[in-house]
T-cell receptor, first 114, second 115 residues
Framework: NAGVTQTPKFQVLKTGQSMTLQCAQD?????MYWYRQDPGMGLRLIYY???????DKGEVPNGYNVSRLNKREFSLRLESAAPSQTSVYFC?????????????FGPGTRLLVL | KNQVEQSPQSLIILEGKNCTLQ??????????LRWYKQDTGRGPVSLTI?????NTKSNGRYTATLDADTKQSSLHITASQLSDSASYIC??????????????FGRGTSLIVHP
């Protein structure tokens, strides 16, 4: 099992450019999440998908859109990147959103917006 | 507002020594508390998960405690190793309410173990 994979690992964008961060999991998990991690701050939830076909906003959804393409894949899109979106982005998955099972994280995507 | 506060912010110890990290939270109603280890440049990895009825949980040299009455948790690391150098993150989740169960993450404690 590869677990949770994310692409790309690194990306540099100019202000106003768009891009999509890809995430896939091979653990047959129902719930998937996108977080951002900024220096000196805890991880903050951007969007989550409790199950295939559903998506919901987290704490900091502004400037982002998501697509739950199928049970395995959950993508995060920045339509018009801003310097404030410079961050490390983590995708995560777990069996069900409301249970106490472990949440598995991907290796992260490091994004720099100039 | 749900909050998770961790202390200390950073900690330096010698290899072989023990240490304890603290987590205080205001998340309510409480569902579970998790401790994660995050190595530099990697995603967090789960160490322990505790629900309301559990007051201690071990994972090798890591032992987490939970006092749901005072809303405090600690992570004790025994006989530290160089590989324990990482950030330790406390995460508290509320019960499932109205379709929402957004966890609250602490800022983490950065632990450095010196030889």
């Amino acid at each position: 099992n590869a677990g949770v994979t994310q692409t790309p690992k690194f990306q540099v964008l100019k202000t106003g450019q768009s891009m999509t961060l890809q995430c896939a999991q091979d653990m047959n998990h129902n719930s998937m999440y996108w977080y951002r991690q900024d220096p000196g701050m805890g991880l903050r939830l951007i969007y989550y998908s409790a199950s295939e076909g559903t998506t919901d906003k987290g704490e900091v959804p502004n400037g982002y859109n998501v697509s739950r393409l199928n049970k395995r894949e959950f993508s995060l899109r920045l339509e018009s990147a801003a310097p404030s979106q410079t961050s490390v982005y983590f995708c995560a998955s777990k069996t069900q959103g409301y249970d106490t099972k472990t949440q598995y994280f991907g290796p992260g995507t490091r994004l720099l917006v100039l | 507002k749900n909050q998770v506060e961790q202390s200390p912010q950073s900690l330096i110890i010698l290899e072989g020594k023990n240490c304890t990290l603290q987590c205080n939270y205001t998340v309510s109603p409480f569902s579970n508390l998790r401790w994660y280890k995050q190595d530099t440049g990697r995603g967090p990895v789960s160490l322990t998960i505790m629900t309301f009825s559990e007051n201690t949980k071990s994972n090798g040299r890591y032992t987490a405690t939970l006092d749901a009455d005072t809303k405090q948790s600690s992570l004790h690391i025994t006989a530290s190793q160089l590989s324990d150098s990482a950030s330790y993150i406390c995460v508290v989740s509320p019960t499932f309410q109205g379709g929402s169960y957004i966890p609250t993450f602490g800022r983490g404690t950065s632990l450095i173990v010196h030889p």
